[in-house]
């Protein structure tokens, strides 16, 4: 099978696209696209590609394209790009507002082309080992899961981040999204919801800085998500927790490790090699796969639109809970 043909569009975010892209067997980086031509430039030199400031000037010379640019240029800039006939993988959030969600999906379905999101946190090898382990049952039931992702985010008034019409809201969405996923995808089908959230620490935002949120699955099951970019100093003790009937899993920090206690002790499932902590892009290259893979085979990727979709659905019901449960 002859090379994909790929683009990488915003070189913030989209800089680990790029080498993962430069890893990947299937694809053929093609081009890098961004604002400051300085850097677009310095990153084609580094990856033997084509670079451009104009992203629209690409499209007739690939395959697909990765969209790494502020969330509220992302509806209008995927319809752009699957009205050409591309694929798309698209940084989250799909879109700030479902009826941009809704016709994403639709014009992609329409042009028969993948629509994927990068959730990276799904692809990374210790969560699928953490999916396999869940799916499982081997340690019992879920009972409750706990998850942290407390940092500090250098003020950036004026700027899109700062603004809740582009970012589509705070923390939560922005940055939270990544683990409402994977509690989800984990834990299964969200029944309510509930979230408190404060810009304390954060007043350079329109939106939360620090949201406190809970899941109650139809399994029984609860999760509690602590996010924030107003926490200077952190001591989480993982990222994850999930106490099932029988054990403790818990994710580390760094997102590598999966290890488990149980009454004969504590056990390490899975752990990064020191060979891969040493790679650019490594922590892309799973989802950069599956995304390829989505477009060799037709199958609609893991996480497709419809998938993000659901846990957009659960971030606004949380929004629109103000303290109060809100029954999905």
């Not at 310095?42 to 670079?51: F, I, N, S």
Request: aromatic fraction near 8%.
């Amino acid at each position: 099978m002859s090379k994909i043909r790929t683009a990488v569009v915003g070189l913030n975010m989209g800089l680990e696209h790029a080498y993962a892209y430069k890893l990947a067997e299937r694809a053929e980086l093609s081009w890098v696209v961004d604002l400051d031509e300085s850097k677009a430039a310095k990153v084609a030199a580094e990856l033997g590609c084509k670079y451009a400031t104009d992203w629209t000037q690409v499209l007739d010379d690939v395959d697909a394209v990765s969209i790494c640019t502020p969330h509220h240029l992302h509806a209008p800039q995927a319809l752009q790009a699957i009205a050409a006939g591309k694929h798309v993988l698209l940084e989250k959030p799909l879109a700030n507002t479902e009826e941009d969600c809704l016709k994403l999906i639709s014009a992609a379905d329409s042009a028969g082309v993948s629509l994927m999101i990068a959730y990276i946190v799904r692809y990374l090898p210790a969560l699928r080992k953490l999916k396999e382990i869940m799916d499982s049952g081997r340690y019992g039931k879920p009972i409750h899961a706990e998850c942290w992702v407390q940092g500090f985010l250098e003020p950036m008034p004026n700027t899109w981040f700062a603004r809740k019409s582009t970012l589509g809201g705070g923390v939560l969405f922005s940055h939270g999204c990544h683990y409402i996923d994977i509690l989800i995808w984990l834990l299964g089908e969200p029944e309510q919801v509930v979230s408190l959230d404060t810009r304390n620490g954060t007043d350079w935002m329109e939106g939360e800085g620090t949201a406190h949120s809970t899941i109650k699955f139809v399994n029984g099951a609860i999760a509690h998500l602590i996010s924030s970019w107003g926490t200077r100093f952190q001591e989480a003790p993982a990222n994850m927790h999930i106490h099932t009937t029988d054990a403790l899993i818990i994710l580390g920090r760094d997102l590598w490790t999966v290890e488990v206690v149980t009454a004969d002790g504590r056990q390490t499932l899975f752990e990064r090699s020191e060979q891969d902590e040493a790679v650019p892009g490594r922590n892309a290259l799973g989802e950069i796969e599956h995304f390829l893979e989505s477009i060799a085979t037709g199958q609609k990727p893991e996480t497709s639109g419809e998938d993000a979709l659901r846990s957009h659905r659960t971030i606004w019901a949380m929004y629109e809970s103000k303290g109060v449960p809100v029954k999905l």
